[in-house]
């Protein structure tokens, strides 16, 4: 057997619970999942703002700091994808934090290289899966194109005996099935194996969500202590077989629900979930509830992968220039009516140039627009948001520019912020497409300072 817990389910996770479960739960492995959709293209925006930007996830040192110690103590292995768009200057700055700060020089870092397609997108790929126009349509436009590797590098990398392995896109459960496989000696074909592995990595990947983060509904599904979720663990033996838990005097729970919402999440068909090693069926998943925050996951199948490797590419679409202000008390609704009259009267007198405009009054009708149901009922606050789409910077910045006239030049009562934020955003529109596997060539670089 041997057991996994997540660290991260993203980028802005918290930290102490990683801490935590490094500290306290007698793991072999502990595996951060730093990335969203969108994570590899921002980093490559930033790298182009900022050249001086290292290119790996921003808060790592916070993180290395925060498990290292109890890592190296308690021999947890480390495997994460907070390399983003340079795993290699990652891994050197684990294994100069370990160096320089917990007397670890010994310590073998790797990266995972070999993910990147930016340069070569055109050449590898013919069709944008969203839209099935031809992808040479966004060819002047693309900002970065990052195909999503498997575990069986990292697995590699751990079979060279890394300590800690670090990466760049992969897909998110290659991070915890790599070492099930290091371990167990799994078969790159054993498809039933490789689905249940894939599966119990899907399940962690989201950290708190299987221990009840992003559930807790009140009056319906009530979970105990949320400000003191505690991150999962998984005990996995050599057969697949898996039970999920959590420490024990954290807050949370772990039952056969949370399980559930946590393994149809981002699944669009159950009986075929894509990877880069295997092709998932949780259809034939077993979930029992052993014991109180104790839930047993078996039988998850596999089916052979289909060759091909899903690549996010980002596009530069222009930019977003937003803002918003807001009304309270009796009439602050019909203020905000006559705010959105006024903004979209001064955004003609000025010429905006947008390719979307949206005034939306918050606690009205922002988040469901004309889908919101009609209500008798009267805020007593609203808040309005300003946000347009363009091409330039230029024009965006006059969505913030007629806000701030609203200040002296708009309607009675006018709650408005000082700008003292960046108003305006570049954006980066996250498109995919599918290339051979056969494209790509990992690579494992253990690293020295």
């Known amino acids: 057997m041997i057991r996994l817990a997540s660290g991260s389910a993203w980028w802005g996770d918290r930290i102490s619970p990683a801490a935590q479960v490094a500290e306290h739960g007698n793991l ?44 190296i103590q308690n021999g947890t292995r480390i495997v994460s994808n907070q390399g983003w768009i340079d795993p290699v200057a990652a891994a050197r700055r684990i294994k100069e934090i370990a160096a320089t700060h917990y007397d670890a020089p010994e310590l073998k870092v790797a990266a995972v290289t070999g993910s990147d397609l930016t340069s070569r997108i055109s050449d590898v790929a013919d069709t944008i899966l969203e839209t099935g126009k031809p992808l040479t349509s966004l060819t002047d436009e693309i900002v970065s194109a990052e195909a999503y590797l498997g575990a069986m590098p990292i697995a590699a990398a751990l079979d060279q005996g890394a300590d800690v392995v ?70 996995v033996e050599a057969n697949g077989d898996c ?64 060759g091909k490797l899903k690549v996010s590419i980002g596009v530069a679409e222009g930019f977003i220039g937003e803002d918003m202000f807001f009304y309270a008390g009796p009439g602050a609704k019909d203020r905000g009516e006559l705010a959105k009259q006024i903004l ?19 606690g009205v009708n922002a988040l469901h627009g004309a889908m919101t149901p009609d209500t008798s009922a009267v805020p007593y606050e609203v808040g309005v948001r300003v946000a347009a789409r363009t091409n330039t910077r230029t024009e965006a910045l006059k969505v913030g520019r ?12 006018t709650g408005k912020r000082v700008p003292f934020g960046e108003r305006v955003r570049e954006v980066i529109g996250v498109w995919s497409t599918l290339v051979d596997e056969s494209e790509l060539t990992p690579e494992i670089h253990f690293v020295q300072i």
């Not at 951060?32 to 590899?40: K, N, R």
């Not at 069926?281 to 104790?294: M, P, S, V, Y």
């Not at 701030?404 to 708009?410: E, K, L, Q």
């Open 166 to 235: 670090v990466t760049g896109r992969v897909t998110d459960p290659a991070i915890f099935l790599a070492p099930m496989i290091h371990e167990f000696r799994w078969s790159p074909d054993d498809w039933n194996l490789l689905g249940q592995g894939t599966g119990i990595g899907h399940l962690l990947e989201c950290g708190a969500q299987v221990t009840g983060g992003y559930y807790p509904d009140p009056g319906f599904k009530d979970v105990p202590d949320p400000w003191n979720l505690g991150f999962p663990i998984a005990d």
């Open 243 to 306: 039970i999920l838990h959590k420490l024990p005097d954290t807050g949370g729970v772990i039952d056969r629900h949370t399980v559930l919402e946590q393994m149809f999440y981002e699944v669009h068909d159950p009986a075929n979930y894509l990877t880069a090693d295997v092709v998932v069926d949780f259809t034939t998943a077993d979930i029992t509830e052993l014991a109180k925050n104790r839930v047993q996951v078996r039988n998850i199948s596999g089916k052979p992968r289909t």
């Open 28 to 71: 072999d492995y502990l595996c951060f999942e730093t990335m969203a959709e969108s994570t590899v293209s921002a980093a490559q925006v930033k790298k182009r703002r900022e050249p001086d930007f290292p290119g790996y996830d921003t808060w790592l040192d916070d993180r290395m700091h925060a498990v290292l110690p109890h890592c």
């Open 402 to 413: 007629e806000v701030d006239g609203m200040a002296v030049s708009g309607i009675a009562h």
């Open 344 to 362: 979209n009267e001064r955004f003609r007198i000025v010429d905006l140039c947008a390719q979307e405009l949206r005034i939306e009054l918050l």
